[in-house]
């Protein structure tokens, strides 16, 4: 039984198919939340790295200990899936 209760809890800690809420963030409030992120996560005293046009590297302090920060723009590949609905009476 703690065995099927280890699998159980392996697979739902591997499954790469989780389902994720995406909440919608106001236009022109993006630096503000990814700042608020930041400090949420205790990031301070930045080193920055400008790797390409689309990924800025930082080396940071957390929590008195060296943390690495990527922040990539990647364009998204999925398309868009529309399900009509239509009501008849």
């Given at each position: 039984m703690l065995s099927?209760?280890?699998e159980?809890?392996?697979i739902v800690l591997v499954s790469s198919n989780r389902a994720r809420m995406w909440m919608r963030i106001p236009p022109y409030y993006v630096d503000s939340r990814v700042s608020?992120?930041?400090?949420e996560n205790r990031i301070v005293n930045c080193f920055e790295f400008k790797e390409t046009e689309t990924?800025?590297?930082l080396k940071c302090w957390k929590d008195n200990?060296?943390?690495d920060v990527s922040i990539n723009i990647n364009p998204s590949?999925?398309?868009q899936?529309?399900?009509g609905i239509?009501?008849?009476a």
């Amino acid at each position: 039984m703690l065995s099927i209760l280890v699998e159980l809890m392996l697979i739902v800690l591997v499954s790469s198919n989780r389902a994720r809420m995406w909440m919608r963030i106001p236009p022109y409030y993006v630096d503000s939340r990814v700042s608020s992120f930041l400090n949420e996560n205790r990031i301070v005293n930045c080193f920055e790295f400008k790797e390409t046009e689309t990924n800025l590297l930082l080396k940071c302090w957390k929590d008195n200990k060296l943390a690495d920060v990527s922040i990539n723009i990647n364009p998204s590949n999925q398309k868009q899936r529309y399900f009509g609905i239509t009501l008849s009476a």
